[in-house]
């Protein structure tokens, strides 16, 4: 057989290449970790209201608390990854925090006051590990694959959340109640992640041309967030998220 040649032979290597092995392993960690933090996800207001007879009204407060804990610490994880100059540990904290709350569950019982403080530091372990997560996958992409570096993990990242659901109910459906049992599959899960991104995630160092060029986006963020027109922005995007709610609301 002939050896395939002309545009064909030239688009090949390129193609396997547009993706390095560093981004594919970061979704594999990215996969895992969505498929045990969804499945967590997915039970705790059934486990809070049925099994620890809060009311839906307590379980939103802090479901919207903990998420709001996950948005505060990005900006820091992104920082302290910047100032020690490698990615790789900081997301690492952040994806060992993670782990370790659902091992915490299993361990804190029925009070939902240790609950609500291990499920914060859960989130705040998301928080801690996107920016690092995202610096690695910049690391480790040429600029012009950057959409395919970013879109692979992106994929990866939803297939997990959406069978996260799946895996959580499959075990309540073979063990009803047995909330314990989808934390222990929870943190097994974690585990595969978290060991992934230990074992086979190669720590990576800006090139100065990107370092260069994120200074200067830094700057001009900042000329962004203080502008009138950004603040503004965010306040109409606060009203319009918030009418969903209050219409719901209404409608009860």
Do not use: H
């Amino acid at each position: 057989m002939s050896n395939v040649t002309g545009p064909v032979a030239a688009a090949g290597p390129r193609y396997r290449g547009a993706v390095p092995r560093n981004v594919v392993v970061l979704g594999l960690t990215s996969f895992f970790t969505d498929i045990s933090s969804e499945a967590l996800t997915a039970v705790l207001p059934l486990y809070f209201v049925l099994e620890l007879r809060m009311t839906p009204l307590q379980f939103g407060l802090l479901d919207g608390l903990y998420q709001g804990a996950s948005a505060m610490v990005r900006v820091a994880g992104g920082l302290v990854a910047d100032a020690r100059g490698r990615c790789k540990p900081v997301a690492f904290v952040g994806y060992a925090l993670s782990a370790l709350c659902k091992l915490g569950l299993l361990l804190v019982g029925s009070a939902w006051a240790p609950i609500a403080a291990l499920l914060m530091i859960d989130r705040l372990g998301k928080g801690i590990r996107t920016a690092p997560r995202d610096a690695l996958i910049t690391q480790s992409s040429e600029p012009s694959r950057l959409g395919a570096a970013f879109g692979l993990p992106r994929t990866m990242d939803t297939a997990g959340a959406a069978l996260g659901p799946v895996v959580a109910f499959a075990v309540l459906t073979a063990a009803p109640g047995a909330y314990d049992a989808v934390f222990v599959v929870s943190l097994a899960v974690a585990l595969v992640g978290l060991a992934i991104l230990g074992l086979f995630v190669e720590d990576r160092r800006a090139r100065p041309e990107r370092a260069v060029a994120g200074a200067s986006a830094r700057a001009r963020l900042g000329a962004v967030l203080a502008g009138r027109r950004f603040l503004a922005l965010v306040i109409a995007g606060g009203v319009l998220g918030r009418s969903p709610a209050v219409c719901c609301r209404k409608n009860i």
